[in-house]
């Protein structure tokens, strides 16, 4: 390849990687298809297209971002119950159902970005032995 020399020095850090959801190993290719909100999204490649590293690790590998991302849905919750509070929702029983509607949209709204990120922290950070090796290529 003509670009290996290039890419031979670049190195792509960990929050850049993580943000733009690339593979864990090669930091280079995408580990999604589409963006996080869009028609085409949360449709994760079965290999990376840069270093052909394959995502799922071995079966049900993903069933564990599940907690992940009711973590994340955990602290989303409590995050935007709190703001409420803070914003002038008081908590009593008049206002449950607000509350509920709250806490519906947000589950709602966040959702993609859950199930993405929770992909993406589990490969990054839960995942032994796959390590950023940035002069891998194909
Ligand atoms: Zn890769």
New binding site residues.
Partial sequence: METNHKTKDLHISQWSAVVNA????????NAFQGPTYGFKSNKMNEF??????KFEREPGYFYVAMFVSYAFNVAQMITVSVAAYIFGLKLDYDNLWYFILILSLTTLLFSPFNYRYSRIALLFWLSPGLNYEPN?NK
């Fill in positions: 690339k593979c864990p190993r090669c930091r280079i290719g990376c297209p840069h270093c052909n590293l891998r």
